[in-house]
T-cell receptor, first 110, second 116 residues
Framework: GQQVMQIPQYQHVQEGEDFTTYCNSS?????IQWYKQRPGGHPVFLIQ?????EVKKQKRLTFQFGEAKKNSSLHITATQTTDVGTYFC??????????FGPGTSLSVIP | NAGVTQTPKFRVLKTGQSMTLLCAQD?????MYWYRQDPGMGLRLIHY???????AKGEVPDGYNVSRLKKQNFLLGLESAAPSQTSVYFC???????????????FGDGTRLSIL
């Protein structure tokens, strides 16, 4: 079946270091969304990418959508303790289904 | 606006008991979803609804039933709870602007359910 995978599953970084999580789909996606879930909280929408090769930035966060629309990445520059949480990608397939990846859990060591 | 409200926030059940989780949204969204979240497995879709009076199965529907009698409410039922259903349950809703769109999902705070 259609799958969306994310790597790594966990990442521990020193505050100030950069962080990247990768999202890979087994099929071409029509668009991809990213969500952040703080510990004990609920997922919160961050951004949506639609176009092949699209790059969007939100302050220290950079989101990319691959040329083949089968992968995406989220890069955080100079992590802060407020970046702690789990980052999920959610891809929309050609069958109008939205599939969430398993998430990457980020810990930031002060 | 309250957004998406889930009740209850916590519940402990014994095996075999039944219960209903309530999700209410005040954003007039067409689509509503029920997910369960287990450690290391992300969000898995249980059931969803694309409008009042309609429901459909998701990835892990067994052991659950749902109803969408009113547009603003989406109920998740466990007829005979099992320990494997211990999880955090999230409800979400989103607008429908056509099949080509994918509007962001708005999540509730979750219901933490333990089955003993």
């Amino acid at each position: 079946g259609q799958q969306v995978m994310q790597i790594p599953q966990y990442q521990h970084v020193q505050e100030g270091e950069d962080f990247t999580t990768y999202c890979n789909s087994s099929t071409t996606l029509s668009n991809i969304q990213w969500y952040k879930q703080r510990p004990g909280g609920h997922p919160v929408f961050l951004i949506q990418l639609v176009k092949s090769g699209e790059v969007k930035k939100q302050k220290r966060l950079t989101f990319q959508f691959g040329e083949a629309k089968k992968n995406s990445s989220l890069h955080i520059t100079a992590t802060q303790t407020t970046d702690v949480g789990t980052y999920f990608c959610a891809g929309k397939t050609s069958y109008d289904k939205v599939i969430f990846g398993p998430g990457t859990s980020l810990s930031v060591i002060p | 606006n309250a957004g998406v409200t889930q009740t209850p926030k916590f519940r402990v059940l014994k095996t075999g008991q039944s219960m209903t989780l309530l999700c209410a949204q005040d954003m007039n969204h067409e689509y509503m979803y029920w997910y369960r979240q287990d450690p290391g497995m992300g969000l898995r879709l249980i059931h969803y609804s694309v409008g009042e009076g309609t429901t459909a199965k998701g990835e892990v529907p067994d052991g659950y039933n749902v109803s969408r009698l009113k547009k603003q409410n989406f109920l998740l039922g466990l007829e005979s709870a099992a320990p494997s259903q211990t999880s955090v349950y999230f409800c979400a809703s989103r607008e429908n602007l056509g099949t080509s769109s994918n509007q962001p999902q708005h999540f509730g705070d979750g219901t933490r359910l333990s089955i003993l």
